[in-house]
């Protein structure tokens, strides 16, 4: 298994960003973490397979970030908007080995066994 981040990069406030987690070997939930240097790794949102529900970890992320997948590509998305300098981290994608998906599984890095790099985002 392995997931592979890229686009993330430095923008304005208000800017737009998309991430990218390529995904290989592995076709389950897929979800987005960050962390700021010195803080917890939090979860920002979630996708099922093959239905790809989508979860988000409160509903100020909802409203600016929107996660999404190709299965054709076998690729998963964070599309993030209204950015804000507390949006400033470094993103992770993150998958698990039985696949559940849920807003619960945000709350904890342990429920993921698998991690990519990283992307960093800044924000300013």
């Known amino acids: 298994v392995q997931l592979v981040e890229s686009g993330g990069g430095s923008v304005q406030a208000g800017g737009s960003i998309r991430l990218s987690c390529a995904v290989s070997g592995y076709r389950h939930c897929v979800a987005w973490f960050r962390q700021v240097q010195g803080k917890a790794r939090e979860g920002v949102a979630s996708?099922?397979?093959?239905?790809?529900?989508?979860?988000y970890r409160d509903d100020s992320l909802k409203g600016r970030f929107t996660i999404s997948r190709d299965s054709a590509k076998n690729t998963v998305y964070l599309e993030m908007n209204g950015l804000e300098p507390g949006d400033t981290a470094m993103y992770y994608c993150a998958g698990r080995t039985d696949g559940n998906c849920g807003v619960w599984y945000l709350t904890t890095t342990s429920a993921f066994q698998y991690w990519g790099q990283g992307t960093q985002v800044t924000v300013s």
């Open positions: 996708i099922s397979s093959p239905v790809g529900t989508t979860y």
